[in-house]
């Protein structure tokens, strides 16, 4: 049964309960809602797909042209007005750096994929949810034509991030305008992310006698964000964006997470660290911090606004128009 039935246990879209019929002005608490401004926007998907999202800045700067976007890509539960007590906590903080750039220059995308909140409900998949976040970052792309993008995936979201950016190639050729458009992607960031589904279900059933260890085998979906990284260090590996940018990452790990097992987050570490030549990658582990909650520690912030900052301030952080 759980073989068959394995991917209502990884994506769950429908928990907690209500999660796919939350309003925002009916269901967010309007302290989540200070100082930052909130725009739903639907996205064309593959197919009959249509993807449900928001667009959250810092409250009156809506109509500047932000210089950074984060794409977010969320876990395996919920939808993305849950994870706006996060965006707003990075939106209304003040910079860290002394440039005059600061929250105001940062917008976030968090689009829910199929069967999350209200985008379409159709069966999900790990193809289905890749494409759903490609045709994220078109839509990211498209809108934000000279921003930096920064992904940010947390969780399932990491892996995900992982491995649709493998999948991104970039080909020197200038007549290739939309892989000259994915050089527009300057940062990566992971939060307590998934290495594998696989390494999930050993980890959760650590012990060789329970039959439960040996479904691994059997996961239909493997987000296998460990063999993507490791596939960055072989002599074969195409040009993609995370080949360039492996060694940018910022790698955040809750210090007590619940769920996801640290390891995971230190195997994508030093897999990256292999693979960079020419720059490291930065782990951070967060103490203190639980699974969910590590964007109210005090570690959390002054990390994310240093890594932006040092996205904004890169000299090669032109961007393709």
């Avoid at 479904?215 to 964006?241: E, G, I, V």
């Avoid at 897999?271 to 203190?288: I, N």
């Avoid at 590590?294 to 570690?299: G, I, M, S, T, V």
């Amino acid at each position: 049964m759980m073989v068959v039935f394995q991917r209502r246990i990884i994506y769950m879209g429908y928990a907690p309960l209500g999660s796919r019929k939350e309003e925002i002005r009916k269901h967010v608490p309007l302290g989540h809602l200070r100082g930052i401004s909130c725009e739903e926007i639907c996205i064309k998907g593959e197919g009959k797909v249509t993807l449900a999202g928001i667009v959250v800045r810092q409250e009156g700067h809506t109509n500047e042209p932000p210089g950074t976007v984060i794409v977010y890509l969320q876990g395996n539960a919920g939808n993305p007005l849950h994870r706006l007590p996060v965006f707003q906590q990075l939106l209304r903080a003040p910079a860290i750096s002394s440039s005059p750039q600061n929250t105001r220059d940062v917008a976030v995308v968090a689009v829910a994929p199929r069967s999350y909140w209200k985008s379409t409900p159709s069966r999900p998949t790990e193809r289905g949810l890749l494409s759903d976040y490609l045709h994220t970052l078109h839509y990211t792309l498209d809108r934000f034509p000279s921003s930096r993008i920064i992904f940010y995936g947390h969780s399932l979201g990491g892996a995900a991030a992982i491995c649709l950016l493998s999948k991104l190639h970039e080909a020197t050729d200038s007549n290739d305008i939309l892989s000259q458009r994915y050089h527009n992607i300057k940062g990566i960031i992971l939060e307590n992310p998934f290495a594998s589904i696989p390494g999930m279900v050993r980890a959760l059933y650590p012990q060789p006698w329970l039959p439960y260890r040996h479904l691994a085998q059997l996961a239909f979906d493997k987000w296998d964000a460990a063999a993507d990284m490791r596939m960055l260090s072989t002599p074969s590996c195409p040009n993609t964006t995370l080949k360039r940018l492996a060694g940018n990452m910022l790698i955040l790990l809750s210090e007590n997470d619940e769920i996801v097992p640290p390891a995971m987050g230190t195997e994508l570490y030093n897999a990256a660290v292999v693979s960079s030549a020419a720059a490291t990658p930065r782990l951070v582990v967060v103490k203190d911090a639980l699974h969910e909650n590590a964007w109210d520690k005090r570690q959390w912030l002054p990390e994310m606004k240093r890594y932006i900052d040092v996205i904004r301030n890169k000299r090669d952080s032109n961007v393709v128009h």
